[in-house]
């Protein structure tokens, strides 16, 4: 089953990142945006959209999320671009996030 979805983990927490706004866009268009649940999740980011082919982006909005808990952060936003070639697939981009630092992957 194709799919597109995404978690966030505080890694200085070790929680997960809760009410995250994410925006998804596919070749530079907005298609659809959610916000992290209370297990840091997005489990459906096409918004009943089929997978497409092309280059996509992640935008996770992460200044109120530090905001907050009144944490200083180097970031406002960060945006993951990725490849989308085989529309059969699910994509899973999970976001280890911290103030200064993150890290991505593709998951399963």
Do not use: C, W
């Not at 995250?20 to 596919?26: P, T």
């Not at 009144?70 to 697939?89: K, M």
């Amino acid at each position: 089953m194709s799919g597109l979805s995404t978690h966030v983990l505080d890694t200085t927490t070790g929680m997960p990142g809760i009410a995250i706004k994410v925006i998804h866009s596919i070749n530079g268009v907005t298609q659809a945006s959610g916000t992290t649940n209370s297990d840091g999740r997005v489990s459906d980011l096409l918004d009943g959209k089929s997978l497409q082919a092309g280059n996509h982006t992640l935008t996770f909005e992460v200044a109120s999320y530090f905001a907050k808990d009144a944490r200083e952060t180097f970031y406002s936003s960060i945006n993951i671009d990725f490849v989308v070639t085989d529309i059969t697939r699910h994509y899973h981009v999970p976001l280890l996030l911290s103030p200064f630092g993150f890290s991505t992957y593709r998951g399963s």
